[in-house]
């Protein structure tokens, strides 16, 4: 693909980046999986509100801040011997291609619900979960959780009908 290289050129200089900036800027150094977390989920935010402002520059910025979150991450797993930023990505891509059948195997799905359905099948396979409530995040604020969980609820009874 065109640009493969100037995009692993600008994954590599992050990646540099992000290790110089551990390494020799005081706050890098004291941070943690516990005290980033906090700017990793704000960056999120910052994504989702690009996205619906429909602002490609935002967008592009924001982008940019979250990726350094995963970076900055994976480098913190790496330093305990934990992970790496190439075992992240290995994993979800594989994760990805696993949840894909109908695009990498022989499974179909022509719709978007259907596609879904799959996804959530295989989740669930993957993750040997035993009930509906299964590893829903404690730490998401309210109203995500009460619509997460009102989701995993509708894959059980389905979804309400009319009000």
């Known amino acids: 693909m065109?640009?493969?290289?100037?995009?692993?050129?600008a994954l590599l200089d992050l990646q540099q980046l992000t290790a110089r900036l551990r390494?020799?800027?005081?706050?890098?150094?004291e941070q943690t999986a516990r005290t980033i977390v906090p700017h990793t989920v704000?960056?999120?935010y910052e994504v989702a509100d690009a996205a619906a402002g429909d602002d490609p520059a935002k967008?592009?910025?924001?982008?940019?801040?979250?990726?350094?979150?995963?970076y900055f991450?994976?480098?913190?797993?790496?330093?305990?011997?934990?992970?790496d930023l190439e075992a992240?990505?290995?994993?979800?891509?594989?994760?990805?291609?696993?949840?894909?059948?109908?695009?990498?195997?022989?499974?179909?799905?022509?719709t978007a619900g259907r596609v879904k359905d799959r996804w959530e099948q295989i989740k669930t396979e993957d993750?040997?979960?035993?009930?509906?409530?299964?590893?829903?995040?404690?730490?998401?604020?309210?109203?995500?959780y009460a619509r997460k969980m009102q989701r995993r609820v509708e894959t059980v009874v389905g979804p309400k009908r009319g009000s």
């Not at 065109?2 to 050129?9: M, R, T």
């Not at 967008?59 to 995963?70: A, I, P, S, T, Y």
């Not at 991450?73 to 992970?83: I, K, S, T, V």
């Open 42 to 44: 704000e960056e999120a």
């Open 88 to 110: 992240v990505a290995r994993a979800v891509h594989d994760k990805l291609v696993r949840r894909h059948p109908h695009v990498f195997g022989d499974a179909e799905a022509r």
């Open 23 to 29: 390494r020799d800027c005081p706050w890098d150094r």
């Open 73 to 83: 991450l994976a480098l913190l797993l790496d330093e305990r011997g934990e992970g």
């Open 127 to 144: 993750e040997g979960r035993t009930g509906v409530f299964h590893d829903v995040p404690e730490s998401l604020p309210a109203l995500l």
């Open 2 to 9: 065109p640009g493969d290289a100037g995009l692993a050129e």
């Open 59 to 70: 967008m592009v910025d924001e982008l940019g801040d979250l990726l350094f979150q995963v």
